[in-house]
Each structure stands twice: as structure tokens, then as C-alpha cells.
């Protein structure tokens, strides 16, 4: 059986920086529960002689040359942007006031 | 009901070639289709206001006696999760409502240069997360077949675009089944490539190892054309495989007119054969191997133990990936912003991701968080990965067995909206036949195998090994062409339900 409990909904949601309503945490803590259970059951086969497959085909060290290349324009780069100044992302606050 | 709307792409291709018809016509015909039916079906999030005027430019080049694309001037709809120039791209999701991006995806600027007219972004499941398209956050898609029932999913919009005579043509996309399950619900075809042999650059990453991108129609030919123009390598992507591929199209034309199947080995999976697959599509898969080796097919049984393991290893590399990959919905260089007065940066992340994200991506993203905890990191996401090289493995015996595995595409027909909407493990089971391909990379594809109960559709998958593509579509397009034979050619076409399809979906409601 998982561990799961609401205190670690709300951890969790904290480090993916998701706000959940209190219902939310309530119904994600149930069916995380649930979904941990039917899926835990990867390490039954999972023995030590086996190695992990981390991409169905294996390529390394996939470089381009270092030649300049196309970019965005500022103007392409901030279109899409909820606020900028022309000539960066504007954000609120990064450090809050007991920081 | 128009004839444009019904040619395959290949039939319409072969009209422009020929002057019959022009792109303009063609391109007009399906707009106006979706104008008139797409209030009932949902297909589309999208429509591109300029298709005809694009068009017109296409045929204008082709009057001027310039060389063209086979597919030159050939409508085509393009899913959500692909970024377009100058169209909004929304995955499905709140999150990007409104987003135009400042650059194409590669497999759209291929389209382009082959002078295809771009009909509009089809709906999706958000950010390709479900198996209904019941969780795009802009409403569901309905089945063409009926509209109470789901069109599958995520690619649920392509399919059922495809299926409605919306576009001859669509790309998808598929991390577990997004193409294939689709297709199978709907009665048309679709590809998943093998992994790396279309280019990823441009599409909105959901599971990074998984995702590939791949063509839907109503006929193998016409997604042997499309992946023709969609495929080989692009340095943009950096799984993208350095190789020269065949020509599908030559095979799919081959493989249709030989209806000869003598010495060709096909591999019934023991694990995909039974449990959980509904019987009015085990009827109809029976029926499709008495097809087969009727037309001098061999069929054997194959076994791959680990396959009964692959949905578990699924929901955990996956949600651990998107978990990664949606990390960048921060609220500072695009999409939604939540503002949150006097508060930090972390705050208006924490409120936007909260307000943008539907219930299932909420549900995947903690879930990837929870499996790449430490402590937890190699129990779940280790022991995922190891099963990766087990079906590697079962496959790769398997096929030193058999050429091309078989399978039902989907295990049930489609079903009822709402019916495992709140269910996230009964959703996740419908992916039970065609995730194992996306975890070992190799290409699948599903064509259509005739009506289950209630005359809905069933569809038949073909698998092949890494980088064998060409399999699918020589043995699928023989296997088309001896089942079209059952009910008088392509499936889709034969769909009663499109006749109705003038009134609105809800009863007298004419929106």
C-alpha cells in the first residue's frame, strides 16, 4: 500500500508549484492512492541484472556545429509574453519580504 | 454529399495533378464541410482563415508550369500540439489559450513546402493527456460514428476530422496510442512511427522518449503519402535518426495490389489476445486473421510476458516526463498569467498553474513529482525503465518469430462520454494494446476492422520492428484491401451516421 497521505498531496503540488483547492488535495490524495498501488507493481520485475532503458534508441554527444544560427527577434520573443518591457520578461517580486 | 470532401488524398492529389479540380475548390469544399458540421463533431479548435487564399496560390504556381509536390495543393488539419506560424497552438489547455508561437513545427513547415493547405488545429486532450479528448480544456470531440460515444484520444480531434470528411488527411501525435487508439474508434487509419523517424521539433513536449508524431487518413496509402512528407532526419531534434527511409507510398502501393500475403509471418500476442479485450472486437480480430491466412498468411502465437507490465511502467514514465517537460508553463514567457498583487514570482506560478491546468495534467504532473522523489526514484522510475528493456527484449524475440505482430488496436469500441472520466485507471486501460510500442520505440499502426456491436468501429494493429516502418504499410495496405472487400471500401466511407450529421449534436439547439 502507498503512503500517500494529504500532507504529501500538498507537498508535492508545492514543489510543482500548483495551487490546489482543498477539494482538489482531497481527490488528487485518493486517487494518487490508488494509481500508486495499481503501478508499484513495476518493481516486481525489475531485477538487479536488468539495466534501465532511458530512450528507446541510444544516441550520444548530438551536436551541431557551433555556427550562428536563425533566432527569434526580441519582438518574436516577447509576443507571446504576459508582460515585458521591450527588452525583458517582467515578473513580480522574486524574493518575498522574510527573504 | 460533396465529392470532393470523400476522395482520399491520393485520389484528390492524383484531380489536381490532372487539372480536374483545383486546389482552391478542394480546400473550399472542406471548409465549408467543417463550417456546416463542425458544430456537431467538435474537430476543430482552429480554422485557418487564409486555407483558400493559400490554395489559390498553389494552383496559381502549379498554371505557371511549376514543378510541384505529389501532394501539392491537398488539404490537410494539423492536432493542437503542433506549433503554426501565425495559428494559435493550445494543446488542448487553458494554460496556452490564444498562443500563436513565432515558428513552425518541422513537420509543418514540410507540409508547407510541399504546398499542402494547412484546414486548421484539430482538439485534443490537454497537452495529449487522456484517451477520450473529454479533458481538452476547450470541450470534447464527438464519434462521427455516434455522437454520444468519444472519439478516442488524446488525437481525438484529428481522427474524427478524418472520419467526418473534415480533411482527407491529419497529423497526430502519440505518446501511448494518441494515433492508433483514435483511428481505431473512429474507422480510419493511423501511424505511429518508429521513434526518432519524425521529427519532434515544434511539438509541445509531453513525454520526451515516447512522443512521436505521425500521420491519420481514411486509407494506408494516404498516411504512407503523408509520413513520405513528414519524415527523415532534422537536425532541430536531437533524437531525430540520421537514415534514409523508403518510400511508404511505394509500399502501400505495393502492398494493395498484391493481395498476397505467401510467406509472410504474423505473430499473435499472447498478452494482447484475451484479457481485457472486449469479444465484439476479439469477433472481428478472429475474422481478421481468418482474412489473413486465407490470403497465404502464416500466423503464429507469440508471447511477451513483460507486455503485462507495460501500462504500470507507462504511468510512471510519463507523468515523471511531463512533470519535467510542463515545468516551462511558469508564467513569464508565454501563455497564462495569474496575477497575484504584492505576491512573488513563485506565488503567481504556483496561482496560474493552479488555474490553467485541468484535473488530469494536475493528477500526472504530482504523480511524476511523487515518482521522481528521492527515495522513491529508483523503486518507480528505475524499476520503469527496466521494464523498457524487458519489452524491448519479449519484442525483439518475438519478432525473430514473425514479421509483423498483430494485435486489436483498441480494446473496446469507443465508449460513452463520462463513462471513465472520473475513473483515471479505467482511462488508462484503454491504452492496454498499443503503450508497449511507445516504450520500446517501435512503429505501430491501426487500420480499421470492421463494426462491433452497435456498428461501431474496431480496429486492427500492426506492429514491425525499429525502423522497419515499410511493413506496416505493405502488409497493412494488403490487409485494407482484403477487408475492404467485407464492406465496399474504406471503412469510414461507409459510415451511415454522416448522413444525419446536418442537425446539431443537442436536439434542437441550433447554435
Redesign the interface.
Known sequence: MSD?TRE??EH??????????ED?VE??TT??K???D??????????DD????????P?TN?M?DDEPGET?THE??F?????HDGER?R??????EEQ | MNQLISLSAAELAERLRAGDVSSEEATRAHIDRIAAVDERYGAYLHVNASATEQARAIDERRAAGEQLHDLAGVPVAIKDVLTTKGMPSTSGSKMLEG?????DATVVARLKAAGMVALGKTNMDEFAMGSSTEYSAFGPTRNPWDVDRVPGGSGGGSAAAVAALEAPIALGSDTGGSIRQPAAVTGTVGVKPT??GVSRYGAIALAS?LDQIGPVSRTVLDSALLHDVIGGHD?RD??S?EREWPSFAAAAKRGGASGDLSGVRFGIVKELDSEGIASDVQARFREAVAAIEAAGGEVIKVTAP?FT?A???Y??ILPSEA?SNL?RF????????V??P?????R????T???G?G?EV??R???G??AL?AGYYD??Y?????????I?RDLERAFSEADVLISPAAPTTAFKFGEKVDD??AMYASDLTTIAAN????PGMSIPMGLGDGGLPTGLQLMAP?FEDERLYRYGATIEALLNQNWGGALALQNAALAEDRQPAQEGTDR
Open positions: 500517500i504529501s498531496v508535492l503540488a508545492s514543489l510543482a508549484r500548483i495551487s490546489l483547492s482538489e481527490t488528487i486517487e494518487l490508488q494509481i500508486v495499481a503501478i508499484a507493481k513495476v518493481s516486481e520485475v525489475a531485477t536488468v539495466p534501465a532503458t532511458s530512450h528507446p534508441v544516441l548530438v551541431r527569434l518574436e520573443a509576443a507571446g509574453a504576459p508582460a520578461f515578473v513580480s517580486a522574486i524574493l518575498g | 498562443w500563436v508561437p513565432p515558428y521513434y526518432g522518449s537536425p536531437a533524437t535518426l513483460s507490465y501500462v504500470a511502467a504511468y510512471l512533470s515545468a511558469d508564467s513569464v514567457r508565454y501563455g497564462l498569467r496575477e497575484e504584492g505576491q512573488t514570482v513563485e503567481v506560478m504556483a496561482a498553474r493552479g488555474a491546468f484535473p494536475k493528477r504532473i504530482i504523480l513529482t511523487y522523489s523503486a518507480y528505475g524499476s520503469a525503465q527496466k521494464v523498457r528493456t524487458l524491448q483515471p485507471l516504450l520500446a520505440g517501435t525499429m
